[in-house]
């Protein structure tokens, strides 16, 4: 292990779990991860070491059976795993993001009902707020619930890209229900749903197509979910309460985007690693190419710049951890350490040359990966809005 990606001020129990991750990615995701890859296989065996190893319920407090761990350490352990298989970290991320909103939002009944299975792995999560026509103008979106006379709902409509869509079995769904708010914002409600894992109609009224194939980020099932007249309790609202969905959601995509931006510079890190190896294997005009000194310089930069964005991921957890506000934080260590990690892995597949081409190579594998994490949890030009507008606030005359 090299001084990259080290965080000062762990604690012996931070440092002990990081261990058991990295020997864990080391031992059983690595050697397996490009075979899965390419075959677009889920990780059965990997996930359910995972679940053995607790880190299903790693922010769980522990009263709901969880490590009762922060979101720094989640963080460090998500950079731990992205560096073996970027997909795996997407198996942890929606799982987390809706246990983090249950936690936050949830009703002490939904909290009692869910978290305990949730930590075990028994119960997985995933979370759809996009649909076709939105992307990431959630205000725009067109499911909707209708409430009845028993004061119960019906919802109808379509959501896009729920990663765990099909392994899930239960997903918190945002919808518009019309609350009579005058705010758009307001008329958003999360509801709860519960479904079997696997395709097909898996809910009544609830339709989980298939897989959407995808460029990279395989084995992790991406997929659509169609509702028409599903018809849920009202005590499935997230916290019980109509109208307080948006809000609930974008605090879990906040903790979200720390995820995307630890994911970056998991796989940034794997692909610096595997530039610097091959660069002093490779013999090019008599000597090996990392005493050119156009490598050398290639090297350098990419060092920085996973040096750079993983300092920002441990600002944005620990301000978060805090109890303070880290929009902007967050904002920026996700902008940053994305468009640092596709720069990283461009260098290390240039440094790779002809084989960095070839599918027998690893560095193939994250040059598909890479583009994900530029959109995941909001694009690039979303992030630059958010922290602009925050910036903005912080200085306004």
Known sequence: MGRLVQTEGLTEEQQ?????????????????????????????????????LGIFGLMIPEEYDGLGESLLTYALVVEEIA?????????????????????QHGT????????????????RGAFSMSEPGCGSDVAAITSKAVKGDDGNYTIDGQKMWLTNGGSS????????????????????????????PGFGETAQGVTVPGKIEKMGYKGVDTTEMIFEGHKIS???????????????????VEVGRVNVAARAVGVANRAFELGVSYAQQRVTFGKKIAEHQAVLFRLAEMGTKIEAAHGMVVTAARKKDSGERN???????????????????????RIHGGYGFSKEYEIERLYREAPMLLIGEGTADIQRMIIGRRLLEDYKL
């Not at 009202?234 to 605090?251: N, R, S």
């Open 327 to 349: 929009d902007l934080e967050a904002g920026m260590a996700k902008y940053l350490a994305s468009e640092y990690c596709s720069q990283v892995v461009e260098d290390s597949f």
């Open 169 to 196: 079995n239960l997903v918190a769904v945002l919808v518009k229900t019309d609350e009579g708010s005058d705010s758009v914002y307001k008329n958003m409600t999360t509801f709860l749903v519960e479904k079997e």
């Open 108 to 123: 002490e009944e939904q909290k009692q009902k869910y978290l305990p299975k949730m930590a075990t792995g028994e119960v």
């Open 83 to 103: 560096r073996g298989w970027m997909s795996v970290s997407g198996v942890i991320n929606t799982h987390f993001i809706v246990a983090y909103m249950l936690m």
């Open 234 to 252: 009202a005590d499935q609202i997230l916290g019980g309460e109509p109208g307080k969905g948006f809000y609930q959601m974008m605090d879990g």
């Open 16 to 52: 002990e779990i990081l261990k058991v991750v990295r020997q864990f990615v080391e031992k059983e995701i690595i050697p397996v991860a490009t075979e899965l890859e390419h075959k677009d296989e889920y990780p059965t065996a990997i996930v359910e070491g995972l679940k053995e």
